[in-house]
């Protein structure tokens, strides 16, 4: 498990999702959403709070089910074959998903356990040391800084090597050096053959990390592009205007 | 089978690991567990109910309530930092989770018991006559009934975010059926009822201690079963 596992499409798309439904109650948070994803792409989903993007990211997941519609992710439907999507992907939450009683290394050891990643102790050092937290390996998570804990939260996410990597709003909470790193980590992996799905209030650096910007507001895509053909200033300027229309 | 071992011996590991490093419960149980036996101790002296009825009535007691406090840990421990949702992201079934985390229950419960058996035999000068083998069982199947519904109903509270009072309820009812053969049985072991009781009432219902045990081993059967098959469902749900 330690290659990247092999996908069951034929086209390069990674994820496909159509026509994707979701309501909480009478709110709505996503209508009728669609969007494909390729290999090695970097996506930034924007967008206000409350506009749909980790219910978006958690339905890809498969956290949640979706009231209609279909997500697949390197072919598998997540809802129906969850099991086959499942190693294909990793997930960088708000939370950090870790036990606060283990160690660094105790920690991704538990995670590759549950992948099944072979040569895992190989696997967790290089990772460690990817990351930059070789000095605090034996450290217990409860006691690690927010960016330290956050980068540890990345290599839990990448332990069995995911063709796609989902981060919900990853920068939250960093400090400039600490967001560099973070962007290292995730050009990284982008380089390695990743496929990133990132969502962020900040557009800089969603221009920064990725090559596809999307903007999701009231549950809808309303604005979708490379971003080569986005001019950096403009677009900040406009959706700082749109933000602050929304709130 | 192979990856099913792995990931359940790696929940189970990382669970006990957990436990006996943040020691959050353990203490906690074995605290509860010796005030009840203690409180029970100073009814005794001056109820009309012998030794070995306190006794066994103390024994079960604490270890209801105590396994309580265990098996609501057991789903809190993964709702911090929103673990529970690290493991459903993994490829890992949610009946090898149930599975793991009852393993864990019934052996904080089986620490629990080394400590706290010992001080009821104390308190309440009882004896099982050499007959440690059924003793043993017995505690095992109740250890085993009382940890396969907690643990399922840890979770469902868990998900629901409810606290302790809802599983307490939840759990107690459930468990009624099983106490009254357990109850029966520990009696038995410590002399305090006939072999054999025939007539009207509750322990007359349950009627031997071989019925008895057979009761018990039925319930865990059952509820262990239905548990890890309930647990899917309700996670996936």
Same mark, same amino acid.
């Given at each position: 498990?330690?290659?990247?596992?092999? %996908?069951?499409?034929?086209?390069?798309?990674?994820?496909?999702?159509?026509?994707?439904?979701?309501?909480?109650?009478?709110?709505?948070?996503?209508?009728?959403?669609?969007?494909?994803?390729?290999?090695?792409?970097?996506?930034?989903?924007?967008?206000? %709070?409350?506009?749909?993007?980790?219910?978006?990211?958690?339905?890809?997941?498969?956290?949640?089910?979706?009231?209609?519609?279909?997500?697949?992710?390197?072919?598998?439907?997540?809802?129906?074959?969850?099991?086959?999507?499942?190693?294909?992907?990793?997930?960088?939450?708000?939370?950090?998903?870790?036990?606060?009683?283990?160690?660094?290394?105790?920690?991704?050891?538990?995670?590759?356990?549950?992948?099944?990643?072979? %040569?895992?102790?190989?696997?967790?050092?290089?990772?460690?040391?990817?990351?930059?937290?070789?000095?605090?390996?034996?450290?217990?998570?409860?006691?690690?800084?927010?960016?330290?804990?956050?980068?540890?939260?990345?290599?839990?996410?990448?332990?069995? %090597?995911?063709?796609?990597?989902?981060?919900?709003?990853?920068?939250?909470?960093?400090?400039?050096?600490?967001?560099?790193?973070?962007?290292?980590?995730?050009?990284?992996?982008?380089?390695?053959?990743?496929?990133?799905?990132?969502?962020?209030?900040?557009?800089?650096?969603?221009?920064?990390?990725?090559?596809?910007?999307?903007?999701?507001?009231?549950?809808?895509?309303?604005?979708?592009?490379?971003?080569?053909?986005?001019?950096?200033?403009?677009?900040?300027?406009?959706?700082?205007?749109?933000?602050?229309?929304?709130? | 089978?192979?990856?099913?071992?792995?990931?359940?011996?790696?929940?189970?590991?990382?669970?006990?690991?957990?436990?006996?490093?943040?020691?959050?419960?353990?203490?906690?149980?074995?605290?509860?567990?010796?005030?009840?036996?203690?409180?029970?101790?100073?009814?005794?002296?001056?109820?009309?109910?012998?030794?070995?009825?306190?006794?066994?009535?103390?024994?079960?007691?604490?270890?209801?309530?105590?396994?309580?406090?265990?098996?609501?840990?057991?789903?809190?421990?993964?709702?911090?930092?929103?673990?529970?949702?690290?493991?459903?992201?993994?490829?890992?079934?949610?009946?090898?989770?149930?599975?793991?985390?009852?393993?864990?229950?019934?052996?904080?419960?089986?620490?629990?018991?080394?400590?706290?058996?010992?001080?009821?035999?104390?308190?309440?000068?009882?004896?099982?006559?050499?007959?440690?083998?059924?003793?043993?069982?017995?505690?095992?199947?109740?250890?085993?009934?009382?940890?396969?519904?907690?643990?399922?109903?840890?979770?469902?509270?868990?998900?629901?975010?409810?606290?302790?009072?809802?599983?307490?309820?939840?759990?107690?009812?459930?468990?009624?059926?099983?106490?009254?053969?357990?109850?029966?049985?520990?009696?038995?072991?410590?002399?305090?009822?006939?072999?054999?009781?025939?007539?009207?009432?509750?322990?007359?219902?349950?009627?031997?201690?071989?019925?008895?045990?057979?009761?018990?081993?039925?319930?865990?059967?059952?509820?262990?079963?239905?548990?890890?098959?309930?647990?899917?469902?309700?996670?996936?749900?």
């Amino acid at each position: 498990m330690n290659e990247r596992v092999q %996908n069951n499409n034929d086209d390069e798309s990674v994820i496909t999702i159509t026509s994707v439904s979701k309501a909480f109650g009478s709110r709505v948070v996503l209508d009728n959403v669609d969007l494909g994803v390729y290999k090695t792409q970097g996506i930034c989903i924007c967008g206000v %709070n409350g506009a749909g993007k980790s219910t978006l990211l958690r339905i890809i997941a498969g956290l949640l089910r979706p009231a209609k519609g279909s997500v697949r992710l390197c072919g598998f439907d997540v809802s129906v074959e969850p099991e086959k999507a499942k190693p294909h992907l990793g997930l960088i939450s708000h939370k950090s998903m870790l036990y606060p009683e283990l160690t660094i290394s105790e920690n991704l050891r538990f995670f590759a356990r549950l992948y099944g990643v072979r %040569n895992a102790h190989d696997r967790i050092q290089k990772l460690i040391e990817d990351v930059g937290l070789s000095p605090y390996r034996y450290d217990k998570a409860c006691v690690l800084s927010r960016g330290m804990l956050q980068r540890l939260a990345i290599a839990r996410a990448i332990v069995h %090597n995911p063709t796609v990597l989902l981060a919900d709003e990853p920068f939250t909470g960093l400090d400039t050096q600490a967001s560099q790193h973070l962007i290292n980590v995730l050009d990284k992996f982008q380089a390695d053959g990743g496929t990133l799905v990132m969502t962020t209030h900040n557009t800089r650096l969603a221009l920064e990390c990725c090559d596809r910007v999307v903007v999701l507001d009231k549950g809808n895509f309303i604005f979708d592009a490379k971003t080569s053909q986005i001019d950096t200033g403009p677009f900040i300027e406009d959706y700082c205007a749109y933000a602050r229309s929304r709130n | 089978m192979n990856y099913f071992c792995e990931s359940l011996w790696a929940i189970f590991i990382k669970d006990i690991v957990t436990e006996f490093r943040s020691k959050q419960v353990l203490p906690t149980m074995i605290v509860l567990g010796m005030l009840i036996v203690w409180v029970m101790r100073i009814v005794s002296e001056s109820a009309s109910a012998g030794n070995a009825v306190m006794g066994a009535a103390a024994l079960w007691i604490s270890l209801l309530f105590s396994g309580l406090l265990t098996q609501e840990r057991s789903f809190a421990v993964e709702e911090h930092a929103d673990c529970m949702s690290g493991l459903l992201l993994a490829p890992v079934e949610p009946e090898t989770i149930y599975i793991a985390k009852l393993l864990v229950n019934i052996i904080m419960l089986c620490v629990f018991e080394i400590v706290v058996v010992p001080v009821v035999f104390l308190a309440f000068a009882v004896s099982v006559d050499g007959r440690w083998v059924e003793f043993i069982t017995v505690l095992l199947l109740g250890n085993i009934g009382i940890s396969s519904v907690g643990t399922l109903f840890s979770a469902v509270v868990g998900l629901a975010r409810t606290r302790g009072s809802l599983l307490s309820i939840i759990v107690l009812v459930i468990l009624m059926p099983m106490m009254i053969p357990a109850t029966f049985a520990l009696l038995q072991l410590f002399n305090a009822i006939p072999t054999e009781i025939s007539g009207i009432g509750t322990l007359a219902f349950v009627g031997s201690f071989d019925a008895a045990m057979g009761y018990m081993v039925a319930f865990d059967a059952v509820f262990v079963v239905a548990c890890w098959l309930l647990f899917g469902f309700i996670i996936k749900e």
